[in-house]
């Protein structure tokens, strides 16, 4: 058995974490400050609902709690496409 921090969710939605941060940087660069604020709110927190959704008692409570950070990411990605 891995341990949690293994887990490949939580390395992805960090590796994303790391990306959106370093993508607000050149927002911000460019003087898209909303953009990059609201942004960073959104991919940032992708992760933090993802840890706490492993954090769960079961199967199914990871089922549920992991419809967050999906509704989120596909907000984020809703967004992106406009």
């Known amino acids: 058995m891995s341990k949690l ?3 490949p969710i939580r390395i992805k ?3 994303f974490a790391c990306n959106i941060v370093l ?3 050149d927002l911000k660069k460019n003087n898209d400050f ?3 604020s609201q942004l ?3 991919g940032t927190s992708i992760g933090a609902n993802t840890r706490e959704a492993q954090r769960g008692v079961s199967t199914k409570d990871l089922r549920i709690s992991l419809g967050l ?4 990411l ?6 992106w496409t406009f």
């Not at 596909?74 to 967004?79: A, P, R, T, V």
């Open 5 to 7: 921090s293994d887990s």
């Open 13 to 15: 939605s960090f590796q």
């Open 23 to 25: 993508y607000c940087d």
């Open 34 to 36: 909303e953009l990059a």
């Open 40 to 42: 960073l709110k959104s």
């Open 69 to 72: 950070p999906l509704k989120k």
């Open 74 to 79: 596909m907000k984020l990605c809703i967004g």
